[in-house]
């Protein structure tokens, strides 16, 4: 899942975006208004979390602007302790949660998680795609049933397909899914999560389309 947070402290900005990255989520980080702007373009992030005091153009107005546009993508906002009026105002402007700062690491993964589920409508927590089964909440995977040991862009990866079971993604839409912008992609990195994913599940659970890219195949395995 792919995130645009927008912070202008550093520290709080590092913290956040390298904790959530050891969750296994992929986080591009702006620092001031207009560049997170120009950064919410439709359909590139699943959610934004966003600092209200910001250089450049304020939170609220960012926030507005995207509401406006009829974009409805969650945003969660992060606020100061003493800032009741601001935490009112940004739910009012169309925030689907807000955070308290300074707020602790896992609380934040815990919130995106549960307003991702509520998002998408979605009771369960847990997803099941034939065999498979993953947990959202606790990053636990199991194929028939049994515990499957993958690593955080592997996760990731696996994540993007099962959102959208049926759909085929393209390598540049995986790798944009489980890379930030400053990150490094190696040139075949997506074909070996995939080979390490196809090795702990089965070989024919992730179809490779010619051409267009990947996609699951719930009745292997
Ligand atoms: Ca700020």
């Known amino acids: 899942m792919r995130l645009l947070l927008v912070e202008d402290d550093a520290m709080i900005g590092a913290a956040a975006r390298d904790g959530l990255r050891e969750d296994g989520f992929a986080v591009d980080w702006v620092r001031d208004g207009?560049?997170?702007?120009?950064?919410?373009?439709?359909?590139?992030?699943?959610?934004?979390?966003?600092?209200?005091?910001?250089?450049?153009?304020?939170?609220?107005?960012?926030?507005?602007?995207?509401?406006?546009?009829?974009?409805?993508?969650?945003?969660?906002?992060?606020?100061?302790?003493?800032?009741v009026a601001d935490r009112v105002a940004g739910l009012d402007a169309g925030a689907d949660d807000y955070l308290v700062k300074p707020f602790d690491?896992?609380?934040?993964?815990?919130?995106?998680?549960?307003l991702r589920r509520r998002h998408a409508g979605r009771a369960r927590a847990a997803v099941r795609i034939g065999p498979l089964t993953m947990d959202p909440a606790?990053?636990?995977?199991?194929?028939?049933?049994?515990?499957?040991?993958?690593?955080?862009?592997?996760?990731?990866?696996?994540?993007?397909?099962?959102d959208r079971p049926g759909a085929i993604l393209s390598r540049a839409q995986l790798e944009e899914r489980i890379y930030g912008w400053d990150e490094e992609v190696g040139s075949n990195a997506v074909?070996?999560?995939?080979?390490?994913?196809?090795?702990?599940?089965?070989?024919?659970?992730?179809?490779?389309?010619r051409g267009l890219g990947y996609t699951l195949s719930p009745d292997a395995g």
């Open 34 to 83: 207009r560049e997170a702007q120009a950064a919410l373009a439709p359909g590139v992030h699943e959610m934004v979390l966003l600092d209200l005091g910001l250089p450049g153009r304020d939170g609220l107005a960012i926030l507005r602007g995207l509401r406006a546009r009829g974009d409805a993508t969650p945003v969660i906002i992060l606020t100061a302790r003493d800032a």
């Open 191 to 209: 074909e070996v999560f995939v080979h390490g994913l196809r090795r702990k599940l089965d070989p024919g659970f992730i179809r490779n389309v």
């Open 138 to 162: 606790t990053r636990e995977v199991a194929w028939h049933g049994r515990r499957v040991q993958l690593s955080g862009r592997e996760y990731a990866l696996l994540a993007a397909l099962a």
């Open 105 to 114: 690491l896992d609380e934040l993964a815990a919130r995106i998680r549960a």
